[in-house]
Nanobody, 115 residues
Framework: QVRLVESGGGVVQAGGSLRLSCAAS????????FGWYRQAPGKQREMVAL???????TYADSGKGRFTISRDNAKNTVALQMNSLKPEDTAVYYC?????????WGQGTQVTVSS
């Protein structure tokens, strides 16, 4: 059974940095897309960043130039480095893995950016 476990969330001041990590288990993950999504209170879940099997990354406009997604296929992990954080980045961040047609989700980790 696929399991995704996020870590690294917390409280940080505006302008600071956080690194989120996601450990995947229960399957093989070398083929498929990892992603980070976030959901702020009262808002819909939105894509933050995606990384394909071959390492091609895609970012939402909100994170371009500030966030970097990476994956380690040998360790079945994916990370999101977040720099220059803003209060509007406050949300629960979710790790996801998609192997068409199924998407698996982690339980989420809270990121709070104080002004």
């Amino acid at each position: 059974q696929v399991r995704l476990v996020e870590s690294g969330g917390g409280v940080v001041q505006a302008g600071g940095s956080l690194r989120l990590s996601c450990a995947a288990s229960g399957s093989t993950f070398s083929s498929g897309t990892f992603g980070w999504y976030r959901q702020a209170p009262g808002k819909q879940r939105e894509m933050v960043a995606l990384i394909s099997t071959v390492g091609t990354s895609t970012y939402a406009d909100s994170g371009k130039g500030r966030f970097t997604i990476s994956r380690d296929n040998a360790k079945n992990t994916v990370a999101l480095q977040m720099n220059s954080l803003k209060p509007e980045d406050t949300a629960v961040y979710y790790c996801a893995f998609t192997r068409h047609p199924t998407t698996y989700w982690g339980q989420g980790t809270q990121v709070t950016v104080s002004s």
